[in-house]
């Protein structure tokens, strides 16, 4: 192999170096942005299933206190 053969083939791996060191680069950026993004909607999520069970909470407190005002007060006679 020449002197001249051994630069090129140097110079090719040095440069598809580059390329994978530029992707990881990339590639640990994007990993970052969607980690963040993840965060975020697990702290979404949590809230929602907080809102969530005080809606039902107040579903079923409703549902108690309108059937104990049906035993409490009879439905009108036209019924």
């Known amino acids: 192999m020449t002197n ?8 090719i ?4 170096i ?7 680069i990339f590639q640990d950026d994007v990993i970052e942005q969607l980690s963040k993004e993840l965060a975020v909607h697990q702290t979404q999520m ?3 299933k907080e809102q969530i069970q005080l809606v039902a909470n107040r579903l079923k ?16 006679p036209h019924y």
Not at 68 to 73: M, P, Q, V, Y
């Open 18 to 24: 580059n390329a994978l060191e530029s992707r990881n």
């Open 4 to 11: 001249d053969n051994q630069n090129k083939e140097i110079s």
């Open 61 to 76: 407190d409703a549902g108690s206190m309108s059937s104990d005002k049906d035993e409490i007060e009879p439905p009108p």
């Open 46 to 48: 949590a809230e929602l």
């Open 13 to 16: 791996l040095k440069e598809r």
